[in-house]
T-cell receptor, first 115, second 115 residues
């Protein structure tokens, strides 16, 4: 299984600012994902972070608001731009290998509060 | 369309009771994977089990057991002799074998174990 770390673990930010969340995996993985989990809700996929190319965003999420980088097979960042209180959520990074049966493992999450 | 339903929003039991969390899924694929994850109050998502559609054997791991029944499209999770540390939100998820391996999530069941 992959071990995933995220930084920061939590942050309190002001409206209109941006925050970059880092995700580090302890081994090379094929696929990395970013999720948002609003309070009391299930997980919503924001995008798939593609190594060496632009991320693939899900409906309702755009690159200008959630730019993602993935410079190599073990690291990715998610930026939450021009934040508003509605962006207050847990942001989770996950990773899986390339096999059909591989499992998606998750980082500890970043708890973001926007004032 | 794919869908995962966890009809139990919240379950509360007294320690040492057995408890079953229900999960019903919908998919048109013949190859798919089912998962259970645990999310304790700390927020991290912990992988518990993966099952593929061709393996209907029930599985037991300590106090945890899973009952996979394709005939009813269900993948239920039972905790025997529950403990306070089992208190968490439990998510059931579905991944189809077609290629993108994205997880389709249930709404989650909040399990409260009272001492």
């Amino acid at each position: 299984s992959a071990v995933i770390s995220q930084k920061p673990s939590r942050d309190i930010c002001q409206r209109g600012t941006s925050l970059t969340i880092q995700c580090q995996v302890d081994s090379q993985v094929t696929m990395m994902f970013w999720y948002r989990q609003q309070p009391g809700q299930s997980l919503t996929l924001i995008a798939t972070a593609n190594q060496g190319s632009e991320a693939t965003y899900e409906s309702g999420f755009v690159i200008d608001k959630f730019p993602i980088s993935r410079p190599n097979l073990t690291f990715s960042t998610l930026t939450v731009s021009n934040m508003s209180p509605e962006d207050s959520s847990i942001y989770l990074c996950s990773a899986r290998g390339g096999g059909r049966t591989d499992t998606q493992y998750f980082g500890p999450g970043t708890r973001l509060t926007v004032l | 369309a794919q869908k995962v339903t966890q009809a139990q929003t919240e379950i509360s039991v007294v320690e040492k009771e057995d408890v079953t969390l229900d999960c019903v899924y919908e998919t048109r694929d013949t190859t798919y994977y089912l998962f259970w994850y645990k999310q304790p109050p700390s927020g991290e998502l912990v992988f518990l089990i993966r099952r593929n559609s061709f393996d209907e054997q029930n599985e037991i791991s300590g106090r945890y057991s899973w009952n996979f029944q394709k005939s009813t499209s269900s993948f239920n999770f039972t905790i025997t002799a529950s403990q306070v540390v089992d208190s968490a939100v439990y998510f059931c998820a579905l991944s189809e074998g077609g290629g993108n391996y994205q997880l389709i999530w249930g709404a989650g069941t909040k399990l409260i174990i009272k001492p």
